[in-house]
């Protein structure tokens, strides 16, 4: 049996959209834009990148792991990233709460899937949000009732297809690195999220969540969804990455894989860099030092891709509502997209 949802009020929507626009632009300068914007400027004066890679707070690369290094490591995280988070998670409330939900659908829901990727990732370039971050959000848009192409595009096309990122690559690495994340990461975003959608089972209409109806109903609704949110996801998000933590000094050994491995290093960047977990731009130190030690191309452009696209993290976040096949299955398309990102930054 399905049911009907119900029509949302004018003036509700209009109010409940102004505070998302609001809550979007002010969140987003105060954790992105103005501090990017800051960044940009000096790394375009030094055209050099300050900091190391997040991995070493865990210990030297394969280190063993350790409760000491996990906490230093998740430490450090959370310093470089807790802004975001925040703006996550009220982002992620407020479309779960005030967005009308017809509203929503005529923006990112497409007739084809390849037109719902389209639209979710050019929803994402303005984000410039790490993919733990952008999570919430994009699970938020999958609760209004999303398509599942659309609310992937806009989770991976937040890190991958970042803005600021990619000008700091250029600004700080060899034109091929920005060149090549261009590429793959838009057939990520715009292609693979498309064909990832197919495995995806269709939602019944039963689970079309309520509408909006009368203004004076918005704080109270936007409470209790930012409480949900914020109970479901902070404890496990910190969880998680203090797990990840303790292995990723030792996973996070890449320099000596291509003398070890040969080719199959490209594989293991791949598969170990889509599980690690790292700020916005955390992928910056890790292939510039890579190359700086002579490092393979192809290790350095799986890595490109890999690291920022997805996390464990992030998977756990959003695997519940995106669904755990759904989410193996984009994890898989990262890791072909990091394996592809291997080769052109090889060829090129």
Known sequence: MTTTAVRPNLRAGIAGIAVLAALFIAGLLWAKWIPYAGKASTVADTRTWSGGAIFAKAGAPGSAPSWSGAWQFTVAYFQSVWPAAVVGLVLAAAVDALVPKTWLL???NRRSRFGQSLAGGAAALPGLM????????AVGLRRR????????????????????????????APWQFGVVRLIAGALLVFGAT?????VARPRPDAEISDEPTRVRDLPSRYL???????????PEYLVVVLLVGALSGWLSDFSGLTARLGVAAVAVCAV???LLVIPTG?????????????????????LLIALPALSLPSMVMAGRALSWRVT??????????SVLSAVLLSVF
């Open 106 to 108: 005529a923006a990112l």
């Open 224 to 234: 209790r969804s930012l409480i949900r949110f914020a109970v479901v996801f902070v």
């Open 194 to 198: 498309a064909l990832v959608a197919r």
């Open 328 to 337: 193996v299955a984009m994890a898989g398309a990262v890791m072909a997209a």
């Open 130 to 137: 790490c993919t733990c971050c952008t999570a919430p959000v």
């Open 272 to 274: 170990v860099g889509t």
């Open 282 to 302: 955390g992928e910056i130190p890790v292939v510039l030092a890579l190359t700086a030690a002579g490092a393979s191309p192809g290790t350095a452009g799986a």
């Open 145 to 172: 009732g999303a398509t599942t192409a659309a609310s992937l595009a806009y989770w991976v096309g937040n890190p991958v297809l970042n803005p600021a990122v990619l000008v700091f690559l250029f600004l700080v």
